[in-house]
């Protein structure tokens, strides 16, 4: 299974961002990791180079995420009853956290993100695209250590060297499932 990614847009950014001292050089570190993609939010629209089941898509998200469970919501598209490893995808929007808002109306065959209300759900599938929930903190957790070391980067370079970025070794999502 390969899933290597050529093709990366950006969906765009829905809100301004209203600065202040600290957040200038926030707004400075996201648009660093965005360069290149001018107006860019923080979701990701990838064209994969070849399909990938979603059985597979589901199983690497789980691995990824080091997770034993994630919700699946499968497109209306999908015939009934179809088997996940007959389910083929494309195209991936991902979008950390609650994804709902930024993601809904992308137009890919998979959303995945850590949460996304019922009706945004039914909406997306409605619309021709499965869903996968890692749930909130799960989606985010992964992506500390990047954002420790462009931070730091990015702080430094504005004249804040004396601070102590720690990422904790015991946060872990607050829900579970019994």
């Known amino acids: 299974m390969r899933l290597e990614a050529p093709v990366v847009t950006t969906v765009p950014r829905l809100k301004p961002v209203t600065p202040s001292i600290p957040s200038l050089v926030l707004q400075d570190a996201f648009e660093a990791m965005v360069a290149g993609y001018p107006g860019a939010g923080s979701g990701r629209i990838v064209q994969l180079q070849e399909h990938i089941s979603l059985k597979d898509a589901v199983e690497v998200v789980k691995k990824r995420c080091c ?17 996940l ?22 137009p890919a065959d998979l959303l995945v993100m850590g949460e996304m209300s019922h009706h945004d ?17 799960n989606s985010e957790r992964g992506f500390l250590p990047q954002m420790v070391d462009l931070l730091q980067t990015r702080m430094q370079a504005a004249g804040y060297d004396k601070l102590q970025y720690i990422i904790s070794t015991t946060d872990s999502d607050p829900l579970s499932v019994v």
């Open 121 to 137: 759900a039914l909406a997306a599938i409605a619309a021709g695209s499965s869903v996968i929930l890692t749930e909130h903190s």
């Open 67 to 83: 997770l034993e469970h994630v919700r699946l919501a499968v497109s209306e598209k999908c015939q009934r009853g179809a088997k």
């Open 85 to 106: 490893e007959n389910i083929k995808i494309k195209s991936v929007a991902v979008q950390a956290g609650s994804g709902g808002s930024v993601l809904l109306g992308c």
